[in-house]
């Protein structure tokens, strides 16, 4: 008998190949950047750099957006990176929040983990949502743009050319095939990545030998989303496995397979269900059920060395890949754009030195180690790479009930904001040394509730609506003193065509008549930030810290930018 | 009491795991002994070990099944 799978309760909508105008089998029309790859990572970046007004081209080789269990988990610093690309509507629609989980060792639960979560924060610390979903909501937000993004659907890269000056990329359609030249191009081609591999470079680092099968179920419960992870249970000894909730009443399952079981044989469905069948029965999940997707995974834990190549800059899974146990892949792409995209567009835009490009690397080099060295160590949990880490784990999950201090052991290490903190960008450490609290030079923004003065109106809003695809400066202040110091820089920032946007952040209701200005009136955003009268925090386009000073000054905050885009 | 930080123990427990990784699985017994008996000299506390030593074994005739 063969089992009945529902399909997912999702319509990919179908998208036709399109030619660009040629001559003699090539584009007519140079491009400053070519993005390959239409997943998550590459229509990121293709928003990030339309938000800065470069025109991008996009090569997909499919006809829409994913299908299959992909990426699940989108973080809070992803959210943050959907608001300032304008997609973060679709996440909230879609997506389910959640802020912690629970694990359990037989039928004992000996964890229950909380992510970073208070009422300073605007966005949930996850939202759960399908890949399909997550590509969706960027592409209906990229065709919004069309006016900058160029989507070429069904298109497959051939051959690359990649010179010092520029790349020759050779395409594939189902008309014709042509060649298109652009100054820079993004590879977002994904874990097999052609660019990579026509570049002869090639992924290091560890794979595992612990495999998963990764199952999707149709199920109506009303159980609330949070990530579960089973040890030994009793519906399937010996096996570790993991529930998430997500939209539509679709369950991801992931189990692992036991030793010596024989991988093509355990993702048939006669293998699968019955599993599923004893674990929904072991949740008190009694509710009828049907499978829509079965697959097998294996950790892996592999990183390139660098990730610029001349004008080829590698991003998510082409550049990096990061074992699913922490939500660390998908979310760890979308950082990558986001970091890239601001880059390429200052320098396509004659706004800084390509050398801002190798920082784009170092950085999110960096990044991804610090993802690998969180992302394995939860593998090893989860996945057991020999007998002493499983009979370490044993120990582990059977003390646990009884002993506190080693749960944490269990905790999951979920994905969480990166700092750049040996970032080549970094300025003014002297000065930043000088604070007792608040983000250093290379961390994200603390969020924080206040009051936003803009154009004479008052709303209620959060630190990070305070920030747009240009430098920001947060100028702390009492109220006393006058901003003409500050507008004479953002004027002279604007004379060399650097955007700055300068916002005060003022202590009472009294902004000092700034134009733009926000109200701590929680009183929290000045002790967060360490923030006396006077104090600047200097903020790059993608929300890191660049500098910080207690008592700010125009010349030392024109230098900073400066020397971080190299003019 | 403890002065180990959950970043500490993760960090030693993962050292642990490793170093019994190349001893291998034929001589893990003797290393598990091996640093109890030096865990024990460097608690030098005798309550403490006896302590211990009743957590470590209780629940153990339960806990002895699958995994």
């Known amino acids: 008998m063969t089992p009945e799978f529902a399909p997912y309760p999702f319509t990919a909508k179908r998208y036709a190949a399109a030619l660009p105008p040629l001559r003699n089998g090539i584009e007519e029309k140079h491009r400053p950047v070519v993005v390959v790859g ?24 499919d006809d829409s957006v994913c299908t299959g269990s992909r990426a699940i988990c989108i ?45 300073n924060q605007k966005l949930p610390p996850m939202v759960n949502l399908a890949q399909y979903h997550i590509e969706q909501i960027l592409l209906d937000r990229a065709e919004e743009r ?49 660019v ?98 079965i697959t097998l995974y294996k950790a892996n834990a592999l990183t390139l060395e660098r990730y610029r190549h001349g004008r080829v800059m ?14 660390r892949g998908a979310n760890s792409g979308i950082d990558d754009a986001d970091n890239v995209a601001w880059k390429l567009a200052y320098v396509t835009k004659g706004l800084a030195s390509e050398k801002l490009l190798d920082s784009y690397s170092s950085e999110r080099v960096a990044a991804a180690h610090e993802n690998l060295s969180y992302g394995t160590k939860s593998t090893e949990f989860m996945a057991p790479p020999s007998f002493a880490f499983e009979l370490m784990r044993k120990a582990v999950l059977s003390l646990a009930f009884k002993h506190p201090q080693i749960r944490a052991l269990i905790n999951p290490r979920q994905t969480s904001a990166i700092t750049y903190a040996d970032s080549p960008l970094n300025s003014a450490s002297e000065h930043s040394a000088a604070f007792a609290v ?19 109106k008052t709303h209620g809003g959060h630190l990070t609506d305070l920030l747009s695809p240009c430098f920001v400066l947060l100028h702390f202040t009492d109220g006393s003193g006058s901003p003409t110091a500050w507008a004479a820089l953002e004027r002279n920032m604007l004379a060399t065509a650097i955007p700055l946007r300068i916002v005060t952040l003022a202590q009472s209701e009294n902004c000092g008549g700034a134009d733009y200005a926000a109200w701590d009136s929680t009183g929290r955003l000045f002790p967060m930030y360490g923030a006396v009268h006077g104090t600047v925090y200097l903020v790059r386009p993608d929300g890191h810290v660049l500098a910080r000073w207690q008592q700010g000054n125009p010349g030392e ?11 | 009491m403890s002065t180990l930080s959950d970043s500490d123990l ?32 460097r608690i030098g506390d005798r309550e403490v070990i006896v302590d211990l030593i009743a957590a470590a074994a209780d629940d153990l005739a339960t806990t002895n099944g699958h995994l």
């Not at chain 1, 037989?106 to 909380?114: M, N």
């Not at chain 1, 250093?440 to 924080?448: F, M, N, Q, T």
Request: with cysteine.
């Open chain 1, 314 to 327: 590698f991003a998510g899974d082409a550049a990096h890949l990061v074992p699913i146990f922490g939500v």
């Open chain 2, 10 to 41: 993760d960090a030693v427990y993962t050292d642990f795991c490793k170093t019994m990784t190349k001893v291998g699985e034929a001589d893990g017994q003797q290393f598990l002994a091996r640093f109890a008996l030096l865990a024990m000299a």
């Open chain 1, 557 to 567: 905050i024109e230098a900073a930018i400066r020397r971080a885009l190299h003019v």
């Open chain 1, 146 to 194: 069309a006016d900058l993004i160029d989507i070429r659907w069904q298109t497959k890269v051939t051959a690359i050319d990649a010179r010092d000056d520029g790349v020759r990329l050779t395409l594939s359609t189902p008309h014709c095939d042509y060649e298109i030249t652009a100054d820079w191009l993004v590879a977002a081609d994904g874990g097999r990545s052609f």
């Open chain 1, 438 to 456: 608040g983000p250093v030079p290379g961390a994200v923004l603390p969020e924080c509730p206040l009051v936003i003065l803009r154009d004479g």
């Open chain 1, 196 to 293: 990579r591999e026509s570049l002869g470079q090639q992924l290091q680092g560890t794979s595992y030998e612990g495999r998963y099968v990764i199952v999707d179920i149709l199920l109506d419960s009303a159980r609330p989303a949070e990530r579960l992870a089973y040890f030994d249970p009793p519906c399937n000894p010996g096996s570790t496995v993991l529930v998430h909730k997500q939209p539509d009443n679709v369950w991801r399952i992931d189990y692992q397979l036991q030793e010596g079981e024989d991988p093509e044989a355990a993702i048939r469905p006669e293998n699968v269900l019955p599993r599923v069948a004893s674990l929904l029965e072991m949740m008190g999940e009694t509710g009828a059920w049907k499978p829509i997707w």
């Open chain 1, 75 to 119: 973080s809070r610093r992803s959210l943050e990176i959907m608001e300032r690309v304008g997609a973060v509507d679709g996440f909230k629609k879609i997506g389910l929040p959640w802020t912690g989980g629970r694990s359990y060792y037989r039928d004992a639960e000996v964890l229950h983990f909380k992510m970073p979560q208070d009422d």
């Open chain 1, 38 to 61: 239409g997943g998550p990572v590459g229509l990121t970046t293709a928003l990030g750099l339309a938000n800065h007004g470069v025109p991008v081209v996009l090569i997909e080789a």
